[in-house]
C-alpha cells in the first residue's frame, strides 16, 4: 500500500475513532450533564447513574485509543495541539477527574450534602469535556497561532483566552448540546415512568438548540471566516515537512470540498436528518432507534467539520505555510502500516466486547431496582 493512500486512511480512522469517542463516551457524558435536572431525588439520580455506571469506565477505551492513534499517526499535530490547547486539555483533565471518584464515591454515604456535591461534580465530569472540545474545533476553523522555524520547532503565539472566541463559543454549544442530546436519548431508553418523559423532553430540547447552532455555525462559516487553501504542488508520497509548501487564507475556501465532491453533502444532511428523526422517534417511544439517529447525527456533525477541512488537520492563522495536512504532518509509512495492522485487529475486537457488554447489561433500570440494590448499587 502506497504511502499516500496509508494517509488518507488514517485521516478515515482517527475521524471514525473520534466519532466513536462521541458517541460511546458522549452518551454517559450527556447523562452526566442531565444528572441533576433529570433527577430530582436521591433515588431517581440513582436511577440516573446506574443507566450508565457499569460501563462508562468501559468507554473510555475510545478516548484513550483516538488520543493514541493522533499521537502515533500525527506526531506534529499532538505535539502542536497539545502546546497551543494546553490549559484547555488540563481543563478536560480536571473535569474528568470527577467521574470516577464520583461515580464510586457518591453512594457510599448516605449523606444529602455528600452526594448533592458528587452530582454536580458528575454534572461537570460530563458537561465541560463536551463544551471545551468543541471549542477547540471552533478555533481550528478559525486558524490557531502557532508556526514552525527551520528546524520543526513549534511556537504558540496564542492565549487560553483568546480560544473563547464567539464562533468558538458557538461551536462549544453544537457539541455541548450534541452530546446532551445523545445522553437524553440513551437514558430515554434505559429508564421509564417520570424519568423517561424527563430525559425525552431535555434531549428534545438539546436537539433542536445543536440543530440551530450547528446551522448559524455554518452559515458564520460561509460568509464571514476564511478558510485555507494549499497553492503550491504536494506530493503525496513526501515525508512530513510542514514547511514544504504555499497556503494561502480564501473566503468560502472551507466550501470548496462540497463543491469539487459533490457527494459529501450528504455528511451535513445526515447531521440534520439524524437529529430530527432522533427527536421524532422519541415522540413515538422508539428509543433505541432514536439512538441510531443521533449517533448518525453525530457523525454527520464531526464529518462535517472534517471534509470541510480537508487535507488540513491544525491550519495556522499566524504563519500560514506552517499549517498541519494530512499529508506533511504524518508518521512513517512503516508506523503507519504497523498501526493500521494493528487497528485490523483491535478495532473490530472494541467493538465485539462493546457490543457483547451492552447486550449483558441491556433493560431499564428502574426505582425498584434501586430499593432492591440499595447497598450494591451506584
Known sequence: MDYATLKIIWWLLVGVLLVGFAIMDGHDMGVGTLLPFVGKNDNER????????????????WFITGG??????????????????????????????????GFDYRSKINNSTWRNTWDWGLFIGGAVPPLI????????????????DQNLVSTYT???????????????????????????VYLSHRTEGIIQRRAMKASSIAGLVMIIAFTAAGIWLAKDI???????????????NPLAKTVIREKGAWLTNYYTMPWTKAIPLIAYLGAFLAIFALRFNKTLLAFVFSSLSIA??????????????????????SSLTVWDSVSSKTTLGIMLVAAMIFVPTIVFYTSWAYKVMAGKVTLQFIKDHDHSAY
Do not use: E, K
Open 68 to 101: 493514541g492513534a493522533i499521537f502515533a499517526a500525527w506526531p506534529i499535530v499532538y505535539a502542536t495541539a497539545f502546546s497551543g490547547f494546553y490549559w484547555a486539555m488540563l481543563a478536560v483533565l480536571w473535569a474528568l477527574f470527577f467521574r470516577p471518584v
Open 226 to 240: 476564511s478558510g485555507y487553501v494549499i497553492t503550491s504542488h504536494v506530493d503525496p508520497d513526501q515525508l512530513a
Open 158 to 184: 496564542g492565549s487560553f483566552w483568546q480560544l473563547l472566541n464567539p464562533f468558538a463559543l458557538l461551536t462549544g454549544v453544537v457539541s455541548s448540546a450534541m452530546i446532551t442530546f445523545h445522553g437524553g
Open 46 to 61: 440513582r436511577v440516573v447513574i446506574n443507566t450508565v455506571g457499569p460501563h462508562w469506565d468501559g468507554n473510555q477505551v
Open 300 to 321: 454527520g456533525v464531526i464529518g462535517t467539520a472534517g471534509v470541510s477541512m480537508f487535507p488540513f488537520i491544525m491550519p495556522s492563522s499566524t504563519m500560514y505555510n
Open 133 to 148: 472540545f468543541g471549542v477547540a474545533f471552533g478555533n481550528l476553523l478559525q486558524g490557531v497561532p502557532f508556526g514552525f
